[in-house]
């Protein structure tokens, strides 16, 4: 697929100095209302507490208008009151005085995992203890994420111009090999043959 190309004098391209303005006036207008809008919820909280500091010590609220009627205001808190601690048990509201909803689904979860973990834990037991013997160094080294050395560091740099299986194997190992090759060669020589027919 091809790439978009805008040219540069277009007036939606991206990267013009008008759109690239407009963008940040945007983002700023954006933050200022955010900034507003946290301001107002700040006021109507610290109101909120103030009027249930106040409540609470026994002073008549101080009200903005002077014709709202505190009964029905008080009707109305009180039934939210009652309905909110009737709707939420004591275990939802935090230490700090936070009220979290999810708290009973937080907990279930929480437990769920911690069950299904536990289960994994069992089965990768009972599968290591039936493949011990076959996966043993892969559990000893883990997975490997990077190549070994020994495969890092190519033929040609080793002075005897061994690949990296070669340099694994043992000495002994190294000898049978030799002494087998010998063997192959010796067999299959046409100078051997040719000796053979004229003795």
Not at 189 to 199: G, W
Request: proline share 4%.
């Amino acid at each position: 697929m091809g790439k978009l190309n805008i040219a540069h004098h277009k007036s939606y391209h991206p990267y013009r100095r008008d759109n690239i303005e407009k963008v940040r006036q945007d983002e700023e207008e954006a933050r200022l209302k955010e900034e507003r809008e946290e301001g107002r919820m700040r006021m109507a909280d610290a109101e909120a507490r103030i009027d249930l500091l106040r409540q609470r010590a026994g002073q008549k609220k101080s009200r903005k208008k002077a014709d709202e009627d505190d009964i029905s205001f008080e009707a109305i808190r009180a039934a939210a009151s009652t309905s909110s601690e009737a709707a939420l048990p004591d275990s939802l509201q935090t230490p700090e005085g936070h009220i979290n909803l999810f708290a009973p689904l937080e907990a279930a979860a929480a437990s769920q995992a911690a069950e299904t973990a536990l289960a994994l834990v069992r089965e990768h037991a009972k599968q290591h203890s039936i493949d011990k013997g076959k996966c043993k160094a892969k559990d000893e080294d883990g997975f490997r994420l990077a190549p070994s050395k020994l495969d890092l560091t190519p033929w040609y740099v080793d002075a005897e111009l061994r690949s990296a299986k070669e340099r694994e194997q043992g000495q002994h190992e190294r000898e049978a090999r030799r002494a087998k090759d010998l063997h192959l060669k010796a067999d299959w020589d046409p100078m051997k043959a040719v000796e053979e027919q004229l003795a």
